[in-house]
């Protein structure tokens, strides 16, 4: 239980072009939900947190414009990377929190490379 | 808010031997503490937590202590394996959502 997947797994776009990343639980649905950016070698940065039908919260130093968060049902998010640069190459993790799950428990999904050209 | 100190960032150890790798948190209300394992281009994995109810836990041959008044939490793996070389983070829950710590690399010798 708790699956959470996400796509594509790996995405090269050309500097100025977007692109959108989905973020799935396959079997259960999902209380709130995180999007995380991680470059080699360093620790997991979270980005936004957001819950169904409200706008996501940003963390300090994400622009909200580039990186457009929908969280679009219980079971659903995306997040797309507006005007991609060679700078926002990195790998993106979401994960979820479970709506019958047992306090904070936060179910990842297997991330998305990204690299602009 | 919450920030989330890890030492050391690399640790090397022979295969069989313990590694401890420790974590300091500032807010005092931080209330659960997760580990996570992650390989080269995966997710990570969460493979022991712990509640700030509770001193310690143990799973097998990982364990965590918790110390709330000194707010510091460590990660103990016994007889370790070459399988067990990753990198690990751990995390602190404040407010809702989790800080990481900056991870440790290690690595087991066979």
């Known amino acids: 239980g708790a699956v959470v997947s996400q796509h594509p797994s790996r995405v090269i776009c050309k500097s100025g072009t977007s692109v959108k990343i989905e973020c799935r639980s396959l079997d259960f649905q999902a209380t709130t939900m995180f999007w995380y950016r991680q470059f080699p070698k360093q620790s997991l940065m979270l980005m936004a947190t957001?819950?169904?039908?409200?706008?996501?919260?940003?963390e300090q130093g994400v622009e909200k414009d580039k990186f457009l968060i929908n969280h679009a049902s219980l079971t659903l998010s995306t997040l797309t990377v507006t005007s991609a640069h060679p700078e926002d190459s990195s790998f993106y993790i979401c994960?979820?929190?479970?709506?019958?799950?047992?306090?904070?428990?936060?179910?990842f999904g297997p991330g998305t490379r990204l690299t602009v050209l | 808010g919450e920030n989330v100190e890890q030492h050391p960032s690399t640790l090397s150890v022979q295969e069989g031997d313990s590694a401890v790798i420790k974590c300091t948190y500032s807010d005092s209300a931080s209330n659960y503490f997760p580990w996570y394992k992650q390989e080269l281009g995966k997710r990570p994995q969460l493979i022991i937590d712990?509640?700030?109810?509770?001193g310690e836990k143990k799973d097998q041959r990982i364990a965590v202590t918790l110390n709330k008044t000194a707010k510091h939490f460590s990660l103990h793996i016994t007889e370790t394996q070459p399988e067990d070389s990753a990198v690990y983070f751990c995390?602190?829950?404040?407010?809702?959502?989790?800080?990481f710590g900056q991870g440790t690399t290690l690595q087991v010798k066979p």
């Open positions: 712990i509640r700030s109810n509770v």
């Open positions: 995390a602190a829950h404040q407010t809702g959502k989790l800080i």
């Open positions: 994960s979820m929190t479970s709506a019958g799950g047992v306090g904070h428990e936060q179910f």
């Open positions: 957001s819950n169904e039908g409200s706008k996501a919260t940003y």
